[in-house]
């Protein structure tokens, strides 16, 4: 997978280069490339943004950078493209989203600040996302936010293949809890079904433990997920002993 950053502020993101997304890199699973818009401003200043027609407080990004920006991108990385626009008023990341970023060849991620963008960057995108109903200083955190969670979706990127199939959203779900040694420790013990060695008792258990936790905390999952006899079965359970 290849993956271009634009970002005024490319120093952001040397985190990417630590841990299993450093790792990635270094294994050629992924490339990082960050790519600085200012560098393509035309005026002396190298302002990237500038005010707004029609009047208002604060500062747009201007398409110009951009879209050079772009047209540099496409020079060097020709090929189809997933174009993500980090925007609040787009559409919410989820793990589906991750996932489906997880299968592109090329995704570019377009960070913002100030008050936004000049309306005609979006005729460059695919993807307006957003991370959440908050307003944050800039585009860059939601954008490793993304990274973070598309590579652990991309085969080698984790050490064991299972892990992202069995945390939380992965299948709609609330992850159940889990315990290391000692068994006991300071008086709080492992439940001992996780113990017995008995795989279709700890299923189970995991299975149940999941769904109450999703309905206790996250119900609207519940609403959302693609439900098994067996789970629907086991939450008419949950529900009557509650």
Not at 32 to 55: C, E, L, M, P, S
Not at 61 to 84: C, S
Not at 195 to 214: F, M, S, Y
Request: negative net charge; contains cysteine.
């Amino acid at each position: 997978m290849d993956i271009t950053i634009l970002s005024i502020f490319p120093r952001m993101f040397q985190a990417l280069n630590e841990s299993l997304i450093g790792k990635a890199q270094e294994k050629g699973l992924v490339n990082i490339d960050v790519v600085d818009f200012r560098d393509f401003t035309t005026n002396k200043q190298h302002h990237v943004d500038d005010t707004t027609y029609g009047g208002g407080a604060g500062m747009l990004l201007m398409a110009q950078p951009i879209y050079d920006a772009m047209d540099y991108v496409e020079t060097k990385k020709p090929g189809k493209k997933r174009v993500v626009l980090l925007d609040p008023a787009g559409k919410t990341f989820d793990t589906k989203m991750a996932r489906d970023f997880a299968k592109e060849d090329q995704l570019v991620f377009i960070c913002g600040h100030y008050e936004g963008f000049d309306e005609r960057v979006k005729d460059l995108v695919t993807d307006e996302v957003s991370i959440g109903d908050y307003i944050l200083t800039g585009g860059e955190l939601p954008t490793m936010s993304m990274i973070d969670a598309t590579l652990r979706f991309v085969p080698g990127v984790l050490g064991n293949s299972f892990s992202a199939e069995e945390e939380s959203f992965s299948n709609g779900l609330l992850e159940y809890p889990q315990y290391t040694k000692p068994a006991d420790f300071r008086g709080k013990k492992v439940p001992e079904v996780l113990t017995n060695g008995d795989h279709e008792k700890i299923r189970l258990w995991r299975l149940t433990q999941a769904l109450k936790k999703t309905l206790k905390r996250r119900p609207d999952l519940l609403e959302q997920a693609e439900l098994t006899d067996e789970e629907k079965k086991l939450i008419r359970e949950i529900r009557q002993n509650i």
